[in-house]
Structures are given as C-alpha cells and as structure tokens.
C-alpha cells in the first residue's frame, strides 16, 4: 500500500464485483484502495491446482459464464473471452429396461430427433421450443436493465409486455408453467433444475426463491447461454486485476477490514495485517462480502441467516468414461450439462427427504467438462493423454445436514453421488479417474460448510442470500446497492440483482458512488 490514508472510495473483499468496482471508479479518475483478506484477489471465482504435483488449473468454485454482460467487457477493455458450447444438456434415463437419454443441442434437427426417440412423439419438442422462445423474449427485454437503475415493478412488466410469461415467471410458482406446458417427467426435471442452482426449494414453493433462481438462469447475455471461460473462472478475475491497476486501484491483499465507522459523509476503516492494525478514510466505502458481514462491519443488527444448498466436485480423468446409452459420444453428452438424477418426480423426492433432515437417497447433481470445450486449462502432458475434467454440481444439500459431522457426511453424499452416475455409465468412474503425484485419485468434494469456511459465503449460499426479482422494492435504492448509511453499498452478491458471476453488483455500486 502507499503511504495515503484517504481515498476516494474503499472497496472490501476482492471478488470479482469488488474488482469491477474498482476497475470502474479508478477508470473514472477516482483514488481507489481494495481491501483483500485473503492472500489473492478473486474470492470465488479463481483457478486453482487442487490436485498436488498435477497440471490441471480448475474453476474450482464458480465455474461458468452466463450473467457477465459484454458491456463491462468492453468498458474495462477485459482481456477476456468465453466459448459456446455446441451441446445443451444430456440426460440419461431408463426406458422399458433400456438405457436412452435426451441430447439437446448439435442442431434443431438432431434435438427434435432426441425429443422423438424418448417420448414417441413431437409433443414435448414443441412445448420446448415455444416455452423457451418465452423465456429468450423475455431475456432480450430483462437483460439489459441489469446495468442501469432499477425499474419498478410495473415498468419492468410493461418492458416485458407479455403477461403469460410475466405470469409464469414472476407470480406463479413455476412448476405450474412447467407441469402445464410439458407432460414427460424427464423433459419437466430438465426444465425445473435452472430454478433449483444453489437454491432449496420445491417447484411449488410459494416464496417464488425457485422463479427467481430460474429467471436469473435463463436470461443471461440477453440469450440464457452458458458460456465457457477460457482460461477458466481466473482469467476474468486475473483481468479485472489487471484492468484495476491499469487504472490507478491499489489492490492490498492480506489485509482484512474489521470495522467500518460512518457518519453518512466519511468513513473510515479499520483493517488489519498479520504485522498491524490500522485505520484509513473513505468518502465511499463499497463491501463485496455478505450482507452479514457488511451489518457485521458497521454494527447492524445482522440480517436472516442464510443457507446454501449445493454440493460441488472437481474431478481429473484420464479419460471420459463409457456410457451405457451407446447411441450417445462421451465427449458430446459431457460437453454441455450432463444431468443425473433430476426427472421431475426425482427431484421432488430428493427435495421432500432433505427438507426432512435426511440426505437424498439419490442426490441429483449436474455434470459438465470444461476441458472439451477449452483445453487451455491443462497443461500439454495432460492434453496428450487425453485427459479431462469434470464439475459436478449437485442439488438439494442444504447446509444443514452438514452440521453434525461435515466429514462424515461429506463422503456419504460424495459416495451416493458417484453410484447414481455410475449407474448410467459402462465403466465405473473410479476407473477413469487420474492420480495425482502421491498416487491418490484427482477428485475433491465442497459442502456449504466447506465455503463457509474457506470463503465466508454465509452458510455457504452461493448467492450470500436469496435472489431477487431484478426491480425495485420499497427500500432498494436506485441502484438496488444502497444501505442505510448513505456513503456505504454493498457490491457483493447479495445486492438486488447479484448472484452469479456477473460484475454486476460492482458495477452498479459503482455506478451509485459516481453519482450515475
């Protein structure tokens, strides 16, 4: 750090909102100080080498790129750039005793062809078609407000301009459109896993959390893709840093904020270093951390707690396994999500048992390869032996069950999520998995404790809390960042309309500071 003690605008935590926001203000020729405690900048969105003596640099935590509007791209003038992916989804299945699936993706043809095959007929494929050309009209109106300042209500339902999908989407649970526009329990479970991403819920449940996850989901970009980053999740945080001190931003990592002091007008904060304490002035002071840590730091009551809800596996293979549904390449069904154990009824299920205490009996997850689609993540020896990655995300494990013995518990869940996938596959997956240089397999597993812990994430929601409809309430502010300290905004995940990586929040704190 340089020896100033006042600055423009302080920022708290370097993820990657912190680090737009920094971008943006030093761009706009304010003096900016990011705060960071951990050693690096990034937070959840970093590439890292889980696995020792191996070269592999997975998007360990946040892993895919649909919210990051191509607006920031360019203002930032990023050194940043995703890939398509030619695949949708894949979902294998049983039917009349034989193993078959549902490919989306390689083309409306070849779609349309999948949809036949499974349900005997072209019912579901136009359901597909028209219920998604909904959500794409609605993505194209939506997208868009995400960075300017907060529509209200009513306006954002005229910009729409399609009361069905307002409907839909913004009033009805949405396993009424769902159950109402498709008959086949795999087509609906497909559709309803966009509603369920780090979010407990039913289909039904009338708190909406699962409407509001789903739209978040497909409205990304304009279009609802998902994109791969290349490079993985680091090559976006790695230049927004660089963005940021191109522009002036001191970026002080190892330092950790314990206490922010406000009067409304200026502020200080007190941070910490192993070696010392210390205290610097702000006229702006932007959190990217929860809003409990943001109460926690400047003395409010702390906010409803918090919980996540998912399960995460990063994995190294030598090589994709078989599939039992031949009809089907490894490197087309993995390449886009692959989905397992999530038919309608299945998740229904695995919903009812853990909101009773108990872990699903069969854990629905998702699985993609990044590695297909972008091989810059492993290094030439790997790629030459052809080896891959694997995510695997997995759905309804609310933090609680982890509470008794995280461990314990960990490797159970870990255990039954690999025998549902196996259960589809003409090899065992432990088969195809690489070692690493002490010989043990290249697979490691993330509750909600473990980010809890090794990100603060409250709970270990990946949203720091749940999502919101992307307009304005009665106390949202103008930009949807505002606190009840009129110098202070929260640019993390849990201001209206954050969650994801998207930048968004940063921006938009950024945005507020400037005076937009």
């Not at 526009?181 to 699962?210: E, K, M």
């Not at 610097?280 to 400047?298: D, G, I």
Request: glycine fraction near 12%; charge should be negative; charged fraction near 25%.
């Amino acid at each position: 750090m340089s020896p100033r003690d006042r600055y423009d605008a302080v920022i708290v935590g370097g993820g990657h909102n912190g680090l737009v926001a920094a971008a943006y203000l030093a761009r706009a020729g304010r003096s900016v100080l990011l705060l960071e405690r951990l050693s690096g900048t990034g937070g959840a969105a970093v590439s890292s080498r889980p696995f020792a003596g191996v070269d592999a640099r997975l998007s360990r935590y946040s892993y895919l790129v649909s919210l990051l509007p191509r607006k920031i791209v360019r203002d930032l003038d990023l050194d940043f750039r995703v890939r398509t992916r030619t695949i949708s989804s894949y979902t294998p299945t049983e039917r009349e005793g034989q193993p078959t699936g549902l490919l989306v993706g390689g083309g409306d043809a070849r779609t349309r062809d999948a949809f036949a095959r499974l349900t005997g007929g072209q019912r579901e494929y136009e359901a597909w078609r028209e219920f998604y050309a909904m959500t794409g009209r609605v993505a194209k109106e939506v997208f868009p407000t995400l960075t300017e300042p907060l529509p209200t209500r009513d306006a954002l339902r005229e910009r729409i301009g399609d009361e069905a999908a307002w409907r839909a989407l913004f009033e009805e649970p949405i396993g009424a459109a769902i159950e109402e526009r498709f008959v086949d329990d795999l087509v609906r479970g497909v559709v309803l896993t966009d509603g369920l991403i780090g979010t407990f819920a039913d289909a039904h449940d009338p708190s909406l959390r699962q409407n509001r996850c789903f739209l978040y989901h497909v409205i990304g970009g304009g279009t609802g893709d998902w994109n791969v980053p290349v490079g993985g999740m680091g090559a976006l945080t790695g230049a927004l840093a660089t963005a940021a001190r191109a522009a002036g931003a001191e970026l002080a990592t190892g330092h950790e904020a314990i206490r922010i002091d406000t009067d409304g007008q200026s502020a200080e904060v007190t941070y910490r270093t192993p070696e010392r304490e210390a205290t610097v002035a702000a006229r702006h002071v932007l959190v990217n951390a929860s809003p409990q840590e943001l109460a926690a730091l400047v003395g409010d009551a702390q906010p409803a707690p918090a919980e996540g809800a998912q399960f995460k596996v990063n994995m190294l293979l030598d090589r994709l396994p078989r599939l039992r549904d031949t009809s089907v390449d490894p490197h087309e069904a993995f390449a886009g999500t692959f989905h397992i154990g999530e038919g309608y009824g299945e998740l229904a299920t695995a919903y009812a048992q853990a909101a009773s205490g108990e872990l699903p009996a069969a854990p629905p997850s998702e699985i993609y390869c990044h590695s297909l689609t972008d091989p810059s993540i492993l290094g030439p020896g790997l790629v030459e032996r052809g080896c891959q990655t694997l995510t695997l995300f997995g759905l309804h494990t609310p933090a609680r069950l982890f509470a008794d013995d995280n461990d314990a518990v960990r490797a159970e869940l870990l255990k039954s999520t690999l025998a549902q996938l196996d259960a589809h596959l003409a090899e065992p997956l432990a088969d195809c998995l690489a070692t690493d240089a002490e010989g043990a397999p290249c697979i490691e597993a993330r509750t909600p404790l473990d980010l809890e812990r090794d990100l603060r994430l409250p709970g270990g929601n990946i949203f720091h809390r749940d999502l919101a409809f992307p307009y304005a309430g009665d106390d949202t502010g103008r930009w949807g960042v505002e606190t009840r300290h009129a110098n202070v905004l929260l640019c993390g995940a849990g201001a209206v309309r954050g969650g994801g990586v998207s930048g968004i929040p940063g921006h938009n704190a950024a945005m507020a500071a400037l005076g937009e």
